[in-house]
């Protein structure tokens, strides 16, 4: 069915207004609502795809818009539909970097993918896929910032230290740990620079880029300066939640469960506790809205508080929690057969 110019760009509206509105839903926190507006916007642009094949305004919206919709369905633990959209996305800009007269037009837009298909990869247990897919991703980002040495703009370079933190953590998951540290240190450094330009704008992958690093650090029993790169990543994960708690809940408990293994693992464990413990609390109130997404946290922070209270009982409030989230898991597992799914 053939679209007026005029239906057409009241299409286009509409999908980008949804995609908008999706974004806006996921920094609230409300991921299932972030998730249905980014299948509608994706249903939208294909509409528009199939109306005008080829055109190359729409291919790009609509390939940006399947990897949008791959990081939504990853944070509510449908990986392999994440991992279909985000192989649909970095399809569609391959193809379009294929393009002879424009072939860098959209090599920054097919890096970031290939970043996030690598991660998608990765929660199916695709580890060689996933490991070639972000050495791919970085080749891209390095290759542009390279190209573009004395001008790289802000947005490369960031692509380029997120990229060096996943391939990091792809190298560590293929016994390679001392390469993935080089890629952790490097990554670490862009992301510094950058903080120290625009502190407010960098300053959540700061920490992010610090969280891997003392990832690293622990991998090389290397614990002491582990808890250092992770210390600070609580702190700036801290603030940023005491200013944005809903958007920010799950990484700082993230990074606590981290600075509390740490602790435990130098033989400091009275200090972990707290640590530990208020994980858990964040965990709690997060898994009322992403039971699924935080399952793998879950285990592996009441694995944390198992080795800080190593020898003693846990405390009644940890195993609360954790009941309660086996409930739920137990529910939503009995209820995948017999929901509708989310697209409407």
Sequence with gaps: MKHTQEEIEKKRKIAEDYDLHSQK???LGQLHEA?????????????LDIAQPKNDQIQPE???????????LGKLGQHKEAHAAAQEAAELFRKLSENKTQPNKFRPQ???????????????????????????????????????VNNASEQDLFGLARALSNLAIRLRQSNQPEEAMKRDEESLEIM?????KRRDTYQQPLAYSLHNMG??????KKYQQALIVTEQAVAIRRELFNKHPEEHRADLARSLESNAEILSLLDRREEAKPLAAEAMKLLDFALQH???????????????????????????EVTTIYDKFMEMHEKNKKGQNTQPPLES
């Design 25 to 27: 839903q996921h920094d």
């Design 35 to 47: 998730l249905l507006a980014s299948q509608k916007a994706v249903a939208i642009w294909r509409d």
């Design 62 to 72: 609509l390939a940006e818009s399947l990897n949008k919709l791959a990081i939504r």
């Design 110 to 148: 097919m890096a970031k993918t290939l970043n996030n298909l690598g991660i998608c990869m990765d929660k199916l247990n695709l580890k060689d896929a996933a490991l070639q897919t972000a050495q791919e991703a970085v080749a891209l980002y390095r290759d542009l910032a390279i190209n573009n």
């Design 192 to 196: 510094r620079e950058l903080a120290h």
């Design 215 to 220: 990832r690293g650090h622990k991998h090389l």
């Design 290 to 316: 992403n039971p699924v997404g935080l399952h793998t946290q879950m285990k592996e922070t009441i694995e944390t508080c198992t080795l800080s209270w190593r020898g003693t009982e846990l405390p009644a």
